[in-house]
C-alpha cells in the first residue's frame, strides 16, 4: 500500500513539473509558458496577434496605435495581476473560474498585459497553450480586460455580443 501511494506521489508531482515547463521548445520559436491551473502566458507573437484578433468585443489590436510590440510577462506579474482578478467583479462575474490566456504587448511605449478570458466544453480540444482561444458571440463566458502591471490596475473590461 505504501508503494501505491509513492507511486501516486511521484506520478502528481511528475505533472506538476510538467504543467511548469515550456509546451513548445522547437528551435527558433519562443516557447509558450503554461501556468499551473487555468491560465497561460502566450509568448508567441503569431498566437499573441490571434488572441488579441477578437471577433465580438473590443481590445487593443482594433485601435491604431493600441499594439505596437509583444513582450513575455514574468511569473511574478502574472501571479499579482490573478491575486487582483476580483478586482473585476461585479461587471465579471467570478473572473478566477474562467480559462485565461496572457499576451503581454506594447501600447504607447507602456507594457501592458492582455487578459483573454473563457469558458470552453469540457470537451473541447482547444490547446490554449497553443493556439488562440477565439469565440464569437457567447456573451459573458468569453471576455477580454487589459491589466497594467506597473499600477496593477484593470481597463478596457469587455465581454462578447450575446447569442
Known amino acids: 500500500m505504501r508503494k501505491h501511494h509513492a507511486l501516486a506521489l511521484l506520478a502528481a508531482g ?8 515550456p509546451a513548445n521548445t522547437r528551435s527558433g520559436s519562443v516557447p509558450t509558458a503554461i501556468k499551473a491551473g487555468q491560465s497561460w502566458v502566450v509568448t508567441r507573437p503569431i498566437v499573441a496577434a490571434q488572441v488579441l484578433d477578437t471577433c465580438s468585443r473590443d481590445s487593443p489590436a482594433r485601435h491604431a496605435d493600441g499594439v505596437s510590440g509583444y513582450w513575455a510577462p514574468s511569473r511574478a506579474q502574472i501571479d499579482a495581476l490573478e491575486s487582483r482578478l476580483q478586482q473585476l467583479q461585479p461587471t465579471i462575474a467570478e473572473p478566477a473560474r474562467s480559462g485565461r490566456q496572457y499576451v503581454g504587448f506594447i501600447a504607447q511605449g507602456r507594457q501592458l498585459i492582455y487578459i483573454n478570458a473563457f469558458t470552453l ?3 473541447d480540444k482547444t490547446n490554449p497553450a497553443r493556439e488562440a482561444v477565439r ?7 468569453f471576455w477580454g480586460a487589459v491589466y ?4 496593477g490596475t484593470f481597463s478596457d473590461i469587455a465581454t462578447n455580443g450575446g447569442f
Open 14 to 21: 511528475a505533472l506538476a513539473l510538467a504543467a511548469c515547463t
Open 121 to 123: 466544453p469540457d470537451h
Open 135 to 141: 469565440a464569437c458571440d457567447g456573451g459573458a463566458a
Open 148 to 151: 497594467d502591471p506597473q499600477a
